[in-house]
């Protein structure tokens, strides 16, 4: 695994652009940079936010949304094209040495998922009942992912609105200092942060978030279904070339091409 840098570089200049605009509106003063610098809007945003989301969802999916907000930072170095190669590899022993010489195989295989198709396609499990157990594990991936893409999509639909409160609190402060007029613009102006941050938070960082993790679960899940579609095919012992025909076509025509061009250099290799 490594850092998905696309995200933070999408951080980097979201937020970067919005802080040099910020510079040069206030004309680099100091003071009125700080104005954008409110901790109680900060809390009322985050807080509000935070609750409101939690309460919308069952403690368990609370718990693994924070967890997997990580792996909108995170590039897995399992890809479509190598695990094709793998399940070539393991359908071309399978055709050299039966079903059963994969089991040596199986201790080397880091994803749990190909383990456990590799290890019931060992084990003799009929073709239908390994599709039924597969497939149901995916299905089951993808209501998580879906829950955890939802939580942050969520927090990114109320912060705007938590935002909007904490500007209403503002202005009610605000408007409470009327008898001192030469307070009460710099009142009214501040009250403005807290919708500031909600609407800067939900884009900026929710809403992106959530997609980031819609994207990575679209990939997870093309990867699940190259890995059954040819460990069926390993199961009903179809020939090495025919299992790798199979699985190019979950790949698009660049990716293809790229495939073709590797093998090319392989065997110019040899």
Do not use: C
């Not at 079903?99 to 201790?107: K, P, R, T, V």
């Not at 939802?150 to 705007?160: I, L, S």
């Amino acid at each position: 695994m490594r850092l998905d840098l696309s995200t933070i570089i999408g951080l980097v200049i979201g937020w970067g652009f919005i802080f040099a605009g910020l510079v040069i509106e206030s004309g680099g003063n100091l003071m009125h940079i700080l104005i954008f610098f409110q901790i109680s809007a900060f809390f009322i945003v985050v807080g509000g936010t935070v609750g409101a989301t939690v309460i919308s969802y069952p403690p368990g999916v609370t718990k693994s949304a924070f967890s997997i907000f990580k792996q909108a930072f995170i590039q897995k170095d399992m890809n479509p094209a190598s695990v094709i190669a793998t399940l070539v590899g393991f359908a071309t022993k399978a055709r050299r040495e039966g079903l059963l010489g994969l089991e040596d195989e199986i201790a080397n295989v880091n994803d749990s998922f190909l383990k456990k198709g590799i290890q019931l396609v060992v084990d003799g499990t009929d073709i239908e009942l390994v599709r039924s157990i597969l497939e149901t594990d995916l299905a089951f991936l993808e209501t998580r992912h879906k829950l955890g893409e939802g939580f942050w999509g969520t927090m990114g639909g109320y912060a705007p609105t938590i935002g909007i409160i904490g500007t209403v609190m503002g202005l009610v402060n605000a408007l409470s200092q009327l008898e001192n007029a030469s307070k009460v613009a710099g009142a009214i102006a501040v009250a403005f942060i807290a919708t500031f941050y909600g609407i800067g938070f939900a884009n900026l960082i929710f809403l992106p978030i959530s997609f980031k993790l819609k994207a990575k679960s679209a990939e997870e899940v093309l990867i699940r279904e190259v890995m059954i579609e040819g460990i069926l095919s390993i199961s009903a012992g179809d020939n090495p070339r025919i299992v790798e025909e199979k699985l190019k076509a979950f790949l698009s025509p660049k990716e293809q091409e790229a495939s073709k061009a590797s093998e090319g250099e392989d065997k110019g290799a040899e």
